[in-house]
């Protein structure tokens, strides 16, 4: 099973994008779904985070700014990125752990400029 992100691209300050994940095919089992980013030179770190409960976390960075939501029947999970920054700028990996094995997509590219 892979999981392809898309969404990404070129925003200016204050613009708004809506990343999207899918599986390619079923992932019994999800514990936890999420967002990570990694900016240029610097290591990755957590965006949002989603348990199957629907418990949701987020960095302290966008807190307020992006919203997270899933579909565990159909595998997907979002990010709504509002008020981008471009200190949110970098690759954008969704994220799915489940049954202790963790998926990873491909990593999406958002450049957000000043």
């Known amino acids: 099973v892979q999981l392809q992100a898309s969404g990404g691209g070129l925003m200016q300050a204050g613009g708004s994008l809506t990343l999207s994940c899918a599986a390619s095919?079923?992932?019994?089992?999800?514990?936890?779904m999420g967002w990570y980013r990694q900016a240029p030179g610097k290591e990755r770190e957590a965006v949002a985070t989603?348990?199957?409960?629907?418990?949701?976390n987020y960095g302290d960075s966008v807190k307020g700014r992006f919203t997270i939501s899933r579909d565990i029947r159909k595998n997907t999970v979002d990010l709504q990125m509002n008020s981008l920054q471009p200190e949110d700028t970098g690759v954008y990996y969704c994220?799915?752990?489940?049954?202790?094995?963790?998926?990873w997509g491909q990593g999406t590219l958002v450049t957000v400029s000043s």
């Open positions: 994220h799915i752990l489940a049954n202790y094995f963790n998926y």
């Open positions: 095919g079923s992932i019994p089992g999800i514990d936890r």
């Open positions: 989603i348990t199957s409960g629907g418990l949701t």
